[in-house]
């Protein structure tokens, strides 16, 4: 093989080898960035989670206290 078929096949294959490296890195990029949007979108949710849990539990407590209220007047009432 001389020299000059060499730089031929080389100017032929080396537009498509970048262009892969592209559409690779392209991908790689949409790959990675969907990953970051998908952890986000979970801590997110898992922040959601801890926050309703934290109202419900509020409320029990709301509902426990407002039982104990109760009957401290009944308990007074009956004195």
Do not use: C, Y
Not at 45 to 72: Q, Y
Request: charged share 35%.
């Amino acid at each position: 093989m001389n020299s000059d078929t060499l730089i031929a096949i080389i100017a032929i294959v080396a537009p498509f080898l970048f262009a892969g490296w592209v559409i690779n890195t392209s991908i790689k990029s949409k790959e990675r960035k969907r990953r970051s949007k998908e952890t986000h979108e979970e801590q997110r949710l898992k922040s959601d989670r801890e926050l309703e849990d934290g109202i419900m539990d509020l409320a029990r407590r709301i509902e426990n206290l407002e039982i104990i209220l109760r009957n401290s007047k009944n308990n007074k009432g009956k004195e």
